[in-house]
């Protein structure tokens, strides 16, 4: 079954998804092509962008979406993932699941009959880096700029390394050391590099991942499940707050790019996270565009 888990699994269809995506901005697409259609929705983490734009979007492709929290499903009180995907199967055509282990979600899809979209785990976020290219699109015209992003190495870093490998555009992750990035998701990214002529960094040098920077992107410190680690996070990351003086080493048109939800004062200054660099707004619009996109090119 065809599903979106990876970046690497709609890797030849990524500037299309992105054109659809726009598409549905602009208007240019104003039929429901997902009329009568259902979405599962399972929800093991909290979420406001992707719960509401997939929610909204769906409605208005014309379909309708279920909300399901783990307690509100058997799975949370110990059904197998297998039972869960064969049953969901029968009732709707497609399963967009926020989940905590990636693992789980591959089983969830290797046991559905219906496409499964992965909307967010411990090792990818897909949706949010096909929002993220969206908003550069918008913003820079095209994908040959370097993406700087400063923090951890974490699911919205790996799939935006990847996604960036694969449009050809430069990527630079400035992490302090024992953070970096998911070594096969490295690896994966360099392998696609090579094809198509972007240079991906990994390093503890926050100069080297903003010098030239066209686009700035940074997240929380402590994401969801890793907060008994706060303390030590909080220490290790205060270099690489991003700030005015950490912007002014990018280019002096770079824009600056925050998933949310951000904690201003840690990451990121409010003066820059609320100044005229930031595009996070449109960033967090684009998620819902991005979604619809999605969902057509798996629902359809």
Request: with cysteine; aromatic share 8%.
């Amino acid at each position: 079954m065809n599903s979106l888990l990876s970046i690497c699994d709609v890797k030849d269809d990524i500037e299309n998804i992105i054109n659809l995506a726009s598409d549905f901005k602009s208007g240019k697409i104003k039929e429901k092509p997902l009329k009568n259609k259902k979405l599962a929705m399972i929800f093991e983490k909290s979420s406001t962008r992707t719960r509401v734009s997939f929610e909204v979007g769906m409605y208005e492709l014309g379909g309708s979406a279920l909300f399901l929290s783990t307690n509100d499903l058997q799975i949370g009180r110990g059904e197998p993932i297998k039972d869960t995907a064969k049953v969901l199967s029968r009732y709707v055509d497609g399963i967009m699941i926020r989940a905590k282990k990636h693992s789980d979600v591959v089983e969830l899809a290797e046991q559905s009959d219906i496409p499964v979209i992965n909307g967010l785990t411990d090792l990818e976020h897909p949706c949010q880096a096909f929002a993220d290219m969206l908003t550069i699109k918008e913003h820079k015209g095209n994908f040959s700029g370097k993406l700087a992003f400063i923090g951890d190495g974490n699911n919205v870093s790996n799939s935006l390394l990847l996604i960036s490998a694969y449009l050809g555009m430069d990527f630079a992750l400035a992490c302090p050391k024992g953070y970096e990035i998911n070594e096969d998701i490295f690896k994966k990214g360099q392998e696609i590099a090579s094809k198509t002529g972007s240079e991906i960094i990994v390093s503890d040098d926050l100069e080297l991942a903003l010098k030239d920077a066209n686009i700035v992107y940074t997240d929380v410190w402590v994401s969801m499940g890793d907060e008994k680690e706060s303390e030590k996070r909080y220490a290790d990351f205060k270099p690489y707050q991003v700030n005015k003086e950490s912007m002014k080493l990018a280019k002096k048109d770079a824009i600056f790019m925050h998933c949310l939800p951000a904690i201003r004062g840690q990451e990121v200054t409010s003066d820059v996270i609320d100044g005229e660099q930031s595009v996070i707004y449109d960033q967090a619009e684009n998620r819902l565009h991005a979604q619809k996109a999605i969902m057509y090119h798996y629902l359809k």
